[in-house]
């Protein structure tokens, strides 16, 4: 039997061509983010870590929107999408679920709120969004420096609890959870 198209949105069964798009798409440019400043804390200013480190504000602002995006298409899907399950396994993974979410959508907002205030103008792609100001906008900048950096690394914490627990669905429990993100249907579904 041929397996069934993906859907556009998500279903009870799997999640949906969108949710998977905005998914690995964020995935793969956070992996980016962390990529480059962990060169940035392990070899310091080099060429190869200036390359990486000098595209954090554009791929910041494209994870901005990513993500502004995936909290929208995840509300409008919320009442169809694959259920955590009950107990406390199913609370966990829907707390853990919303810590993600929070932390996510915080990081690139408090690195939005230093660069409105802060004395560079903020141009990612060449269009200016927030123009220099002067003098700087000091709590702006202070909040968001002491931080977007904590934030971030809270975050990749959260992501590595995401990917062990996939670990966990996946050769413990073996309830498909991979297969419903991935893009593979288990049989049955």
Do not use: C
Request: glycine letters at 10%; zero cysteines.
């Amino acid at each position: 039997m041929a397996p069934k198209s993906v859907p556009l949105r998500d279903t009870r069964q799997l999640y949906g061509k969108v949710t998977r798009l905005l998914h690995w798409s964020i995935a793969a440019l956070m992996l980016w983010q962390f990529f480059g400043m962990g060169l940035k804390l392990l070899l310091g200013r080099q060429p190869v870590v200036a390359f990486f480190v000098g595209s954090h504000q554009a791929v910041g602002t494209v994870l901005f929107v990513l993500i502004a995006l995936r909290v929208v298409w995840a509300l409008v899907n919320r009442r169809s999408r694959p259920d955590h399950g009950a107990g406390f396994w199913g609370l966990a993974a829907r707390l853990g679920h919303m810590a993600l979410y929070l932390v996510m959508a915080l990081v690139p907002t408090i690195a939005l709120l230093r660069a409105y205030g802060g004395e560079r103008a903020f141009a990612p792609f060449g269009f200016q969004i927030f123009p220099a100001q002067e003098p700087p906008i000091t709590w702006t900048v202070n909040l968001a420096g002491a931080l977007h950096g904590e934030l971030a690394w809270l975050l990749l914490v959260l992501i590595l609890g995401h990917v062990v627990m996939v670990g966990v669905h996946e050769s413990m429990w073996r309830d498909g959870t991979l297969a419903r993100m991935a893009g593979r249907r288990r049989a049955g579904l």
